[in-house]
T-cell receptor, first 113, second 114 residues
């Protein structure tokens, strides 16, 4: 059973609007969460993170929100740009010492010009 | 910047062949990881290593082995390749222990087994 879920396989958004990507997890012991962005034929690139002691982290156009009681996090991209079109993976850490993460299946974001 | 280099971007092999995928990182990271990425399944952990000569099984180790003879290099071995091992293989590295920091990935090797 997947411990990290991204229930939307794909999302289309108009350029300039907000993109919201969602991620749900089942294990309350996860203590650190990451978002990665992946272009075709490239490896995932780290985008933004959030520790379980926070509920929001912002970096430029990217903001991650964490709702621990709901075991839910979301990535907001404002404003969305065509270059943001990629697959986005959510990841949750279960092993602080070994830095081991569980990854979600990914959401493909398409930003339309 | 962290650099994780995978030796091949694309590789085509035949069923039954022994296949080696190489990964090198230049940041003196203790941890190294091998994943495979398949559509709809995300990244699944095959093996990882916290130190030289050390290895741990991930979620899907069957049909694979690994080697870590030097800190900077982590090799994935397909002992006898099969068609269901056709996939994108990703190597990653990170520092060990107690810090909030991400894994850093290579560009991947797209492996096709015919």
């Amino acid at each position: 059973d997947q411990q990290v879920k991204q229930n939307s396989p794909s999302l289309s958004v108009q350029e300039g609007r907000i993109s919201i990507l969602n991620c749900d997890y089942t294990n309350s012991m996860f203590d650190y969460f990451l978002w990665y962005k992946k272009y075709p034929a490239e490896g995932p690139t780290f985008l933004i993170s959030i520790s379980s002691i926070k509920d929001k982290n912002e970096d430029g156009r990217f903001t991650v929100f964490l709702n621990k009681s709901a075991k839910h996090l979301s990535l907001h991209i404002v404003p969305s740009q065509p270059g943001d079109s990629a697959v986005y993976f959510c990841a949750a850490r279960f092993d602080n010492y070994g830095q081991n993460f569980v990854f979600g299946p990914g959401t493909r974001l398409s930003v339309l010009p | 910047d962290v650099k994780v280099t995978q030796s091949s971007r694309y590789l085509v092999k035949r069923t039954g062949e022994k296949v080696f995928l190489e990964c090198v990182q230049d940041m003196d990271h203790e941890n190294m990881f091998w994943y495979r990425q398949d559509p709809g399944l995300g990244l699944r952990l095959i093996y990882f290593s916290y130190d030289v000569k050390m290895k741990e099984k991930g979620d899907i180790p069957e049909g694979y082995s690994v080697s870590r003879e030097k800190k900077e290099r982590f090799s994935l071995i397909l002992e006898s390749a099969s068609t269901n091992q056709t996939s994108m293989y990703l190597c990653a590295s990170s520092l060990l222990g107690g810090r909030n920091q991400p894994q850093h990935f290579g560009d991947g090797t797209r492996l096709s087994i015919l």
